[in-house]
């Protein structure tokens, strides 16, 4: 447990990166969804939502990770937790993989997504399970984002 | 170290996806009746390449010499299609597809690249009248011969029936020779697919030379199904309607978007151009000339120049791919021509009077533009006979600024060829430099 408050982007006294980070996980994971859906279907109705949820968590990703990428920077007490690089150096890649998964999503009909959209997609689900794994670690366990009691 | 290794990283990504991608190749190894075709190259970042519009500010088109080009009319609102009737008049469709859907966000994308690539009037959607009382060739009355229309693109007149292929139907009209304009709402002969999705618009018509069917071209409702195949019924085909009652037949499949219906004087057989697919590669697939016949298969979406698979469609239907033809002459890829007249009816040199003209509107996914630009492909016999030849030049300035780019053709009543141009918003007028 960190001893003091650690330094955490934070808006209103909530730590932004925790805020928000869910919602491109909910993204992703979706996507694994969908594209499989589509897969199975052939029905482009289900490639598009892939397309269109690729986007809203990379939109969001825009934020949640530079917020993580400071609180990870900015408090060498959170840089000495193995969970914390783990926790970074997998979100950077399920992020970067996801681009190239949104431009290949940008392609037309079966190819959007069969294989390669489809593998892309995968991969990332199984990081953000590793990513999350430990993201939980460092908040439940080493109180990061955590703000302690106030002191009167 | 550490720093630039990642420098380099990055940058060696940045270049994978932005140059990528195959070298397009010379386009002259992709025309006539055996194209060279490369492997497939599906890409992470098309290469959107657009003309950036500039207008002619009184420049003009170049032709050879033994040709001359003026301006047949200019200050246009996207003036897409020609038509000539008998006695001369020339009728200038001003027109535009409805706005695209956005099912995916690659839509905001593409449609604001179209929106680029085009002239910023909004489209007319009506038909003009030009006529020259002078008799030099140049008009000097104007009237809306037909207005508020709903994107209309081909036009053809049969006796005293003059129809207009709006994107969502034909409509037929009466006409007296010499009219000048046409109020009467005139009769719906068919319906055409158009909305709610209309990704191809453009629905081009001609009638056969005995005056009984009509044909018009439906272009398909996707680049490659990207829609669903739902989207497609009765598109991506010639249709043959019959005059009297209006009943249609798919009369050709398989055509991705079929444009410049034309019947060829000699064999009296309908040919037509075709825009076949985008993003398998700079260099496919070639888009093509080919005579239509009736019952057959081209391809599309299954299918290109043959059993060439699309591996992009699902699900495959090897049977329909079995039975799938090659068109007869290709004009290389991305060239995105829509006209096409033959000019056995010209007042050319004789050099261009047994052949056709083509009106290439020019590539927008290949790095080298290709296109922009009327060519002449020679004819024996009824069949092309030789590489196609470029007549009206000039669209294009500095490699990749567009004055231009020529959709519609037409041969009118002295015998010299037309070309509607969208973009420079005017209609250009090619003959005998001198007689």
Redesign the interface.
Known sequence: MLSADPRSVSLGGRPVHAMLVPIPIVCFVATLITDIVYWQT????W??MS??LL?VGLIVSLFAAPAGMIDFFGDPRIRKLRAAWIHGAGNVTALILSI?NC??????????V?PSGLILSALVVLILLVTGWNGWALVYRHGVGVRQREQQ | MKFAGFEATASAVILALVGCGPAPIDPSRQVGADPYLPPIHQYLLPPMHVAKVVGWNGATPSVPAGLKVQAFATGLANPRSLYVLPNGDVLVVETGGPPGPVSRPKELVMNWIEKMAHSRTKPGQRILLFRDTHGDGVPDQETVFIDHLHSPFGVVLVGNDLYVANTDAVVRYPYITGQTRITDPGVKLCDLPGGPIDHHWTKSLTASPDGSELYAGVGSNSNITENGIPAELGRASIWQIDRASGAHREYATGLRNPNGLQFEPQTHTLWAVINERDELGPDLVPDYLTSVRDGAFYGWPYSYYGQHIDPRVQPQRPDLVANAIAPDYALSSHVAPLGLVFSSGTSLPVHYRAGAFVGEHGSWDRTVLNGYKVVYIPFVDGRPSGPPEDVVTGFLVDGDKARGRPVGLAVDGKGALLIADDTGNSVWRVSAASP
Do not use: K
């Open positions: 052939a029905a482009m109705l490639a598009d397309a269109w986007l190239f431009l290949i999503h940008t392609r037309d009909a079966y190819t959007s069969v």
